[in-house]
């Protein structure tokens, strides 16, 4: 699909999410589907078999047969002990995944009428299931990478590489032989060293990779990791050669960066850039079909464990690849 194509398609209406989606029935039916769809599997035991009760709020619970936990729709999932009713948490879904740009915390509090800290516990918890879903993407055959920074610029911190108060993160495009973006991997990195470009190299690039990037020297790791390695000229030089045409990494990177500049500008990228950037990851890796997107990420967020308040603000900074390992 060109990309003129991609920003015109139609999307999900407003008016279809809401034939979809409108009742509290509905959109449990729809989490119902996404977490079990295949019918109740015990979180505990995988036990299958089931005797059906309630809590004491009339609230439906699956009993298994086999360990005897007590299972809600939403326990065990990111929406675990929620007090907003499903219809809120699906709108959010919906203007997370539609609008053309990003939606920040405070826009959500708009939206869905409720107080900020609730909007940034949810706006966090979708962006969670974003990173869980997207932490294993790995980019094969032909690959443009580059370094890349966030944040900082209002701190007086120099330009460009080095430059204080930045976050590092790598972002790179896996292209089709005729040159076009298929998916991509935007990650933050302890620094470009050496030694976490090769840990991003084993977790992010399958076997083979044909990797073209411009001549910073950590980029080299990429040879000791058994991948072919081109370094492009940087502008002002010679043409890029065709296989690595790095025009649409400058695209998506600038993209990607007036987004997270323009919604989040109020807020240290450095705290929650993993998040910030799996968000962007997400939806770019999404955006051949906006109309599955609301689906897509209800699956995501049912196979995603709890993440209390606590937890969510309790992560570090960022998790470098190296120290995943
Ligand atoms: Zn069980």
Known sequence: ??????????????????????????????????????????????????SRCANRHGERLWQCSACRHQSSLISDTLFASTKLPLTRWFLALYLLTQSKTNMAALELMRHLGVCYRTAWRIKHKIMQGMTEREAGRQLGGIVTMDD?????????????????????????????????????????????TLKALAAWTQQHLRPQADVYSDGLGAFRSVIAEGHAHTVIESAGGRAA??????????????????????TYHAFKFSAYIHRYLAEAQWRFNRRFDLKILVPRLLVALARCQPWPERRLRAVTPFRPAELQR
């Open 1 to 50: 699909m060109a990309m003129n194509r991609i920003q015109f398609q139609p999307g999900l209406s407003l008016a279809g999410f809401l034939d979809q989606y409108g009742t509290e029935a509905a959109c449990a039916r729809a989490l119902r589907q996404a977490r079990w769809p295949k019918g109740f599997v015990c979180p505990r035991c995988q036990y299958r078999r089931y």
């Open 148 to 192: 890349a920074y966030l944040g900082g610029e209002r701190n007086g911190g120099k330009a460009g590489r080095g430059s204080e108060n930045k976050v590092p993160f790598v972002i790179a495009l896996e292209l089709s032989d005729v040159g076009y973006p298929h998916q991509a991997v935007m990650t933050p990195v302890s620094g470009f």
């Open 241 to 262: 050669t065709e296989a690595g045409d790095m025009r649409w990494l400058n695209t998506v990177l600038s993209n990607v960066k007036r987004s997270l500049d323009g």
